[in-house]
């Protein structure tokens, strides 16, 4: 019994000294440990992002570097449709609208086409706009004057048209496509065509079962296919 007791008095008494002393005469700043168990812990190894570094380990002995060729950001896609003749022909016959054609797709595209397009076009797409109206802008057509396609509706709003800017640094890709679904159906208004049927959007439920049989059937694959996105997001 008596062994016990002292051994429990000599721990006690280590944990004091341990507790007061300091390694590097910082025992008065309470901010500060006097003993740094796993020191790695709190004075990080880490570079600072423009730090510089050693040669070996970064290039050009600085921390920051450039992201690899071909990066994009998140959430951007590359357009490859040129900026030629070629392009928009080929934009307008081929591309087409991913976004279905709901009430809310055609709700957004119309408030955002009456901030952006509306003060040329004209809220209906007439080519009757404010600034076509005090003399501005000359050269603004109407929609039903052109042959256009959703494809080059979205051409023309990526790359711009003659006196017409771009409008890609504004808008996001899915905004772009609700402003086509609006252009599309101030179109057919013009044309005197009959309006399209709104889709019933029932898309979202098939992407669930597919996902989940996906889970079911290869467990391991999508996992794997997890880990590698959000380390290459990094
Ligand atoms: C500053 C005035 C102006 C604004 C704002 C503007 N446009 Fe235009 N737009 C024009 C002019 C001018 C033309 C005719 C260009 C040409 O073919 O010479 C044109 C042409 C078009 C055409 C027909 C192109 C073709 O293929 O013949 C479409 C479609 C179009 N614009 C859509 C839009 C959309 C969508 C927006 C909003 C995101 C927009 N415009 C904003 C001036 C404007």
Same mark, same amino acid.
């Given at each position: ?78 357009y490859?449709?040129?900026d ?10 081929? %591309? @087409?609208?991913?976004? $279905?054609?709901?009430? /809310?797709?055609?709700?957004?595209g119309? +408030?955002l086409y009456n901030i952006y397009c509306g003060i040329c076009h ?30 080059s509706i979205y051409h023309v709003m990526y790359w711009g048209i003659?006196y017409m800017g771009s409008y890609a640094s504004q808008t996001s890709i899915e905004e772009r496509w609700q402003i086509a679904?609006h252009v ?5 208004? %013009? @044309?005197?065509?009959? $309006?399209?049927?709104? /889709? ?5 439920? +098939? ?28």
């Amino acid at each position: 019994m008596n062994r016990y007791v002292n051994t429990f008095i000599y721990a006690t008494a280590a944990l004091l000294i341990i507790s007061c002393g300091g390694n590097d005469g910082t025992v008065n700043e309470k901010s500060s440990r006097s003993v740094q168990y796993f020191p790695n812990m709190y004075e990080s190894v880490g570079y600072e992002t423009y730090q510089e570094a050693p040669e070996d380990l970064f290039k050009g002995g600085i921390e920051a570097q450039k992201p690899v060729e071909g990066t994009v950001n998140r959430g951007w896609m590359p357009y490859e449709y040129e900026d030629s003749n070629e392009g928009y022909a080929s934009a307008k016959a081929n %591309l @087409k609208n991913p976004l $279905p054609y709901t009430e /809310e797709n055609l709700a957004t595209g119309a +408030e955002l086409y009456n901030i952006y397009c509306g003060i040329c076009h004209g809220k209906n797409g007439n080519g009757q706009g404010h600034l076509v109206k005090t003399e501005k802008i000359l050269g603004v057509p109407s929609y039903a004057d052109r042959e256009i396609s959703q494809g080059s509706i979205y051409h023309v709003m990526y790359w711009g048209i003659n006196y017409m800017g771009s409008y890609a640094s504004q808008t996001s890709i899915e905004e772009r496509w609700q402003i086509a679904h609006h252009v599309d159906k101030l179109t057919k208004e %013009l @044309k005197g065509e009959e $309006p399209r049927a709104f /889709e019933k959007v029932t898309e979202v439920v +098939e992407v669930e079962e597919v996902s989940q049989d996906m889970m079911d059937t290869h467990d391991g694959e999508s996992h794997d296919q997890e880990n590698h996105s959000s380390t290459d997001g990094e």
